[in-house]
DNA sequence: ATCCGCTGCTACAATAATGGTAGCATTCGA
DNA sequence: TCGAATGCTACCATTATTGTAGCAGCGGAT
């Protein structure tokens, strides 16, 4: 309802007060990590270019994924569209072992019958 | 309505075909990251103790989760409760880093004004 | 000035996901 | 047989996400 809140804090949980939930509350989220993969992985980019490299996202969910990720500190919107700023490359190069880990993962569920 | 999809595949996203994207549709979800963090870094546990753990998390998403978890090979449920199995270990692992960063990620956009 | 295309972004309504409470069926020990 | 604990489901209210359409601003070409 246009409301789009952003106060300050996460409507969602993350109440546990650990900076790690606190994270996972802000990487749990539709696209999130997605979109801060394509960021740094592909480059800096605009705000349509960034939905065609997500594949489905609509811009509602965009808009609202990129002020959390504004006021998180990791992305930035500069006058050619939108980057990661250091500390969410930071936060990417943590997560570039997952993308080696999730191709053995994907071999492993994927043929197997995932028992 | 009962149903608890989980056919094969997830519901949302992650059609991008990339295995990072499709461990990031299985970790973006909420209390996802959280479960699997809890339960390797505090020990098998019960359902309900999981519930306890994790906060406010409802028995119906825990449960939701917890299928997803276990068909993706990370968790699984012995007779005694729920624990990681080696596969959710290494990727817990690998989300350790994240902890520390957290901590620092926390001050820097606590009480700075996150511009 | 006018039109065009691009930018980021919002309105709106429909659908899906999640939260919260109550409660079931089962097991185990007393 | 009774109470307590187990994993889990029904139900409904609330929130999040989707999908489509479109706005206002800007710069360049005409």
């Known amino acids: 309802m246009t409301k789009l809140p952003i106060p300050g804090k996460p409507v969602r949980g993350s109440q546990s007060g650990a900076p790690i939930m606190a994270l996972f509350d802000l ?7 997605g979109i801060l993969w ?3 992985k ?9 939905q065609e490299r997500c594949g489905s996202i609509s811009p509602t969910v965009l808009n609202t994924r990129l002020k959390e990720l504004r006021q998180a500190g990791l992305v930035e919107h500069s006058g050619e569209g939108y980057r990661a700023k250091p ?13 080696a880990w999730s191709k053995e993962w994907a071999r492993m569920i994927g043929p197997e019958p995932n028992v």
């Open 87 to 99: 500390k969410g490359i930071e936060l990417y190069e943590l997560l570039v072992p997952l993308g």
């Open 38 to 40: 394509t960021l740094c």
């Open 27 to 33: 990487l749990g989220r539709r696209w999130a990590m």
């Open 42 to 50: 592909d480059g800096p980019c605009t705000f349509r270019e960034l």
